[in-house]
């Protein structure tokens, strides 16, 4: 068996403006670096083998955070990149619907069914993830392998292997920072744990972000 333990990066400044961040590299803020500490502490004394992060710094130093504690080197894996949200990337939130009014809707009512302008669909967000996860499941069974990803990268696999379509996408949050668990044995994937903030210091977050 292996288990995953699957965060979401910390906040951005981007992520408080509501722009589309997708595969811009845009860095932690300040308060998104303390999230990424303090889910390292939240890790410090659960063992962990390995950890592996999207190539994007706001991935990859908040799952740094947590590798440091367990002497680890981060792995990049650029299957784990954020969504391509293409022309739409640093743009706000309420620019990108007036610009794109049906599109926009669509995505926030039928994700599935998106291909953003010069970017990604869900569909290939998934297939990529699926890949990364499937190969994990092969190559470190028996292991603890700490993955850090994104907020459309963490909804398209965590339904993938839940057997969901991505018409669900919008059913699963994923806040700045939490940790879910899931498990693999034989083949079979369940969710143990999802979108955990208790070590940010609250239960439920109520923040609602306009961009990823």
């Avoid at 292997?161 to 700045?176: E, R, V």
């Amino acid at each position: 068996m292996i288990r995953i333990i699957l965060l979401r990066h910390g906040e951005t400044t981007w992520n408080i403006e509501g722009r589309y961040q997708g595969q811009e590299d845009t860095p932690l803020s300040p308060r998104g670096i303390e999230q990424g500490k303090a889910a390292a502490l939240a890790l410090k004394d659960i063992h962990i083998d390995r950890a592996i992060s999207s190539p994007l710094s706001r991935s990859h130093d908040t799952c740094r955070f947590a590798a440091d504690y367990h002497h680890l080197p981060v792995a990049k894996d650029p299957r784990l990149t954020e969504i391509s949200h293409g022309l739409w990337e640093g743009i706000h939130a309420e620019e990108i619907e007036a610009r794109y009014p049906e599109e926009f809707h669509l995505w926030h009512t039928h994700p599935e069914r998106v291909q953003m302008p010069e970017g990604e669909n869900l569909e290939d967000v998934r297939k990529r993830a699926r890949e990364a996860f499937d190969e994990y499941a092969r190559s470190y069974d028996g292991e603890t392998v700490l993955v850090c990803a994104h907020d459309a990268v963490n909804k398209a696999i965590l339904c993938d292997l839940l057997g969901l379509p991505m018409s669900h996408f919008w059913q699963i949050k994923q806040d700045n920072a939490c940790i879910n668990v899931i498990e693999c044995d034989h083949g079979i994937w369940r969710l143990v744990t999802l979108n955990t903030t208790t070590h940010l210091g609250y239960l439920v977050s109520g923040i609602e972000q306009k961009g990823l």
